[in-house]
């Protein structure tokens, strides 16, 4: 059974500061994505990374697909209260469609 | 465009009975997918749909079925609902799904109550 085990669970920072969330895995994966979701809402995809290794940057969040696709991580600089929500990774392996969901990471940014 | 719809948004069941959750995308996309999330956890696959007539289970199938008559409609089925099944449940489409770079489009959700 795939997992894909996100770390911290929770996360409450003060505006400005800076975080890393992690996405890890024992299986290979041919693609990761990240999603935020607010409450009420559904996910939204914020980046796919495909090759390993690969850095993707998206403003102030940089994504990261570890060398060999098994890891994956969410750096946020200067955190606005903006920024606050249910960080989701989820990843799809080679020739399936189904995507394993992570366990969440749930940001709260201070004013 | 109106994306990903689902009908209805909340509803409250009693135990044993049976409901179909309404999902509709008009994106013309082939893949559509069905997943519950439980309070403050991620998504766990309950069937998906490569296209109209095709369905399969993912990794939390039992007590729910899913047809695929048209591209556009994806409905899901609870027999005998459950409190097991108490969950918010959100509907996907996606292009292609090959899961390199197509992006899921997911509706607002359904929150439903088994008591």
């Known amino acids: 059974t795939q997992l894909l085990e996100q770390s911290p669970q929770f996360l409450s920072i003060q505006e400005g500061e800076n975080l890393t969330v992690y996405c890890n895995s024992s299986?290979?994966?041919?693609?990761l994505q990240w999603y935020r979701q607010e409450p009420g809402e559904g996910p939204v995809l914020l980046v796919t990374?495909?090759?390993?290794?690969e850095v993707k940057k998206l403003k102030r969040l940089t994504f990261q697909f570890g060398d060999a696709r098994k890891d994956s991580s969410l750096h946020i600089t200067a955190a606005q209260p903006g920024d606050t929500g249910l960080y989701l990774c989820?990843?799809?392996?080679?020739?399936?469609?189904?995507?394993?969901f992570g366990t969440g990471t749930r940001l709260k940014v201070l004013a | 465009n109106a994306g990903v719809t689902q009908t209805p948004k909340f509803r409250i069941l009693k135990i044993g009975q049976s409901m179909t959750l309404q999902c509709t995308q008009d994106?013309?996309?082939?893949?559509m997918y069905w997943y519950r999330q439980d309070p403050g956890m991620g998504l766990k696959l309950i069937y998906y749909?490569?296209?109209?007539?095709?369905?399969d289970k993912g990794e939390v199938p039992n007590g729910y079925n899913v047809s695929r008559s048209t591209t556009e409609d994806f409905p899901l089925r609870l027999e005998l609902a459950a409190p097991s099944q108490t969950s918010v449940y959100f509907c996907?489409?996606?292009?292609?799904?090959?899961?390199?770079?197509?992006?899921?489009?997911f509706g607002p959700g359904t929150r439903l109550t088994v008591l």
């Open positions: 994106m013309n996309h082939n893949y």
């Open positions: 989820a990843g799809a392996s080679t020739g399936t469609y189904k995507y394993i």
């Open positions: 299986s290979v994966f041919s693609s």
């Open positions: 749909s490569v296209g109209a007539g095709i369905t």
């Open positions: 990374v495909v090759t390993g290794g």
């Open positions: 996907a489409s996606q292009r292609r799904g090959t899961g390199l770079v197509d992006t899921q489009y």
